[in-house]
């Protein structure tokens, strides 16, 4: 089983770093790191009543594995409310931080303010 969560997590990667990213920057500390993300500004998501809404709040997919390496540091809940993040021009904070299980993070974002 782990052979296979291995694979579909390369798979992804492969996929997701390169034909759907473009480029993230990622300023923590003394840090900044500039990196393949998949940025959503808007989605659809399913409410917990089942219905579909429109998000309110942009989202970036990274790898974890890999900007674990970039930053020196864990991808966690903890660290990730330091980051700034700047995509297409904009400069943004963390919202909340979701993992999941397979190498990935799912970081929602609010605009920071200027």
């Given at each position: 089983?782990?052979?296979?969560?291995?694979?579909?997590?390369?798979?992804?990667?492969?996929?997701?770093?390169?034909?759907?990213?473009?480029?993230?920057?990622?300023?923590?500390?003394?840090?900044?790191?500039?990196?393949?993300?998949?940025f959503d500004l808007?989605?659809?998501?399913?409410?917990?009543?089942?219905?579909?809404?429109?998000s309110k709040n942009?989202?970036?997919?990274?790898?974890?594995?890999?900007?674990?390496?970039?930053?020196?540091?864990?991808i966690n809940d903890?660290?990730?409310?330091?980051?700034?993040?700047?995509?297409?021009?904009?400069?943004?904070?963390?919202?909340?931080?979701?993992?999941?299980?397979?190498?990935?993070?799912?970081?929602?974002?609010?605009?920071?303010?200027?």
């Amino acid at each position: 089983m782990a052979a296979l969560l291995d694979t579909v997590a390369s798979d992804l990667e492969t996929m997701l770093e390169g034909e759907w990213s473009e480029d993230v920057t990622i300023e923590s500390g003394s840090i900044t790191e500039t990196g393949p993300g998949v940025f959503d500004l808007t989605y659809a998501e399913t409410l917990q009543n089942g219905a579909t809404a429109q998000s309110k709040n942009p989202r970036v997919s990274l790898y974890a594995p890999a900007w674990a390496l970039r930053l020196g540091l864990e991808i966690n809940d903890i660290n990730a409310q330091h980051f700034d993040f700047t995509i297409r021009g904009v400069k943004y904070k963390t919202f909340k931080t979701e993992l999941d299980g397979t190498g990935w993070a799912l970081i929602y974002l609010k605009r920071a303010k200027v």
